[in-house]
């Protein structure tokens, strides 16, 4: 497969996923770090605190990554690492850890791309209500200024959030993540207030430099009803206006969805004057993130949605089902997934540019005589990046791919259960092993040449 020239290849992690070192040098607690330490919330009783131990061993990592020929990593910043207590007083071992990061992916000559937020609040914020508690825009706003300020001479690829929707829904709704809160009324206060942080942080960064490219990463799926049924048609309608059209519609119209305001009016959050002017600060590009379809249908018992998703739950291993394959997290493999959202993007939101900010899929893996055959990974690649170039093809704009994940990490809720890494990871010994898949991903980059 040919790519653009300038079409960019890349993988992306995010910080409690890997790095470890969970209270090393002055970190301080996240609400992940307080979460994963809860019985019962992790499967096997998992916790980040060692994860991938990047933290020290990201030098062996980025050698990995020049090894596949990586043009760029998406890598997280975690807000405790730095600012132990959310504000105040930075701590100085934690903000050169990045610093050292940047420089040793500039030195492989691999384009560091900063997300800023991906899930680990610190728990002294939490402590002050987290993201229900307006102030935490403004408080987040204040961290990107710092990072901005003493990163910003090497990196100019930036995105504020990592999935807004899921923050919301599953820390604050479902409570399967961190906090951990099961209150629904709270979710559609708490989008609202990570999205005017969003908007805030996006002026922060062009005010440290005007150069920046500054993006967001949205989880944006496939939504199809899971019958012809009416209901079922109305019930995806439902689903595109919460799940994708209450993110993207303030970003690039400056409003959120009527229904986000009027249909939820006892759910509503509190829009202040500005707030939207805030939120829609132009972007350079948007971030996919996007592994499988959702398939919907009518739920009188969702209220306020009136829909749900059929999705099975994470499953021990990979199944197949009336000739469908699914992943270990029991996600439908559907390949048609990236070119149906980046026409999608073209279609309703005026063509943007765009990047696949995380892809990719959880199987089964052994190492088997020091090699890994993950067969079912390596063709997820190549027919998602197929849709990708078929999507090229049609006028996407679509500027780059980013492969979930280099590593095996740390998969929230499921533990080390789960592998979605291009190289394996022995959690008890940290060997690394390339699998098939990261061996075909380094021959697909390299032919681009």
Request: proline share 4%; hydrophobic share 40%; charged share 25%.
């Amino acid at each position: 497969m040919k790519f653009p020239q300038d079409f960019i290849f890349g993988a992306a992690a995010s910080a409690y996923q890997i790095e470890g070192a969970w209270n090393m040098d002055g970190k301080g607690e996240s609400i992940w770090d307080r979460f994963a330490h809860t019985s019962g919330k992790i499967r096997h009783g998992d916790t980040g605190d060692t994860a991938c131990d990047f933290y020290h061993r990201y030098k062996d990592d980025i050698a990995l990554m020049k090894e596949l020929g990586l043009h760029a990593y998406r890598f997280s910043i975690s807000w405790p690492r730095v600012l132990p207590e959310g504000r105040g007083a930075i701590n100085p071992k934690g903000l050169d850890f990045y610093k050292r990061l940047v420089d040793e992916l500039l030195e492989a000559g691999i384009n560091p791309c900063v997300n800023l937020y991906h899930w680990d609040l610190p728990q002294a914020l939490q402590d002050q209500g987290g993201w229900l508690n307006r102030d935490c825009a403004a408080w987040f706003a204040e961290f990107t200024s710092i990072i901005a300020d003493h990163l910003g001479d090497r990196v100019f690829d930036w995105m504020t959030l990592n999935e807004p929707l899921m923050a919301a829904a599953l820390g604050y709704a479902l409570g399967i993540h961190a906090p951990g809160y099961r209150k629904p009324w709270s979710m559609f206060r708490v989008i609202h207030h990570l999205m005017l942080g969003h908007g805030l942080a996006v002026n922060r960064i062009r005010s440290e430099n005007p150069d920046a490219k500054v993006g967001i990463a949205l989880d944006l799926r496939p939504i199809h009803p899971l019958s012809n049924s009416e209901k079922d048609k109305l019930a995806a309608e439902k689903a595109d206006i919460f799940m994708r059209r209450t993110f993207l519609d303030p970003i690039f119209q400056g409003r959120y969805p009527e229904t986000f305001t009027t249909r939820n009016r006892l759910f509503r959050p509190r829009i202040k004057d500005g707030d939207m002017e805030i939120i829609a600060a132009p972007l350079d590009f948007v971030g996919v993130n996007t592994y499988t379809v959702d398939r919907v249908r009518y739920s009188p018992w969702a209220i306020g949605m009136g829909f749900e998703t059929q999705m099975d739950p994470a499953a021990e291993e990979e199944y197949t089902r009336n000739g469908v394959q699914y992943t270990t997290m029991g996600w439908e493999v559907y390949p048609q997934v990236l070119y149906e959202i980046l026409m999608y993007l073209k279609h309703e939101y005026g063509n943007p540019a765009v990047f696949v900010t995380e892809n990719g899929a959880a199987f089964s893996d052994k190492v088997v005589e020091s090699r890994v055959h993950d067969e079912k990974r390596t063709h997820y690649l190549q027919t998602h990046l197929a849709g990708v170039k078929k999507a090229l093809e049609e006028g996407s704009n679509c500027k780059g791919y980013f492969a979930w994940t280099l590593v095996d990490n740390f998969e929230w809720a499921e533990g080390y259960s789960k592998r979605f890494g291009l190289v394996y990871v022995d959690h008890k010994t940290q060997q690394r092993t390339i699998k098939d898949s990261g061996l075909w991903y380094k021959k697909l980059i390299a032919s681009q040449k």
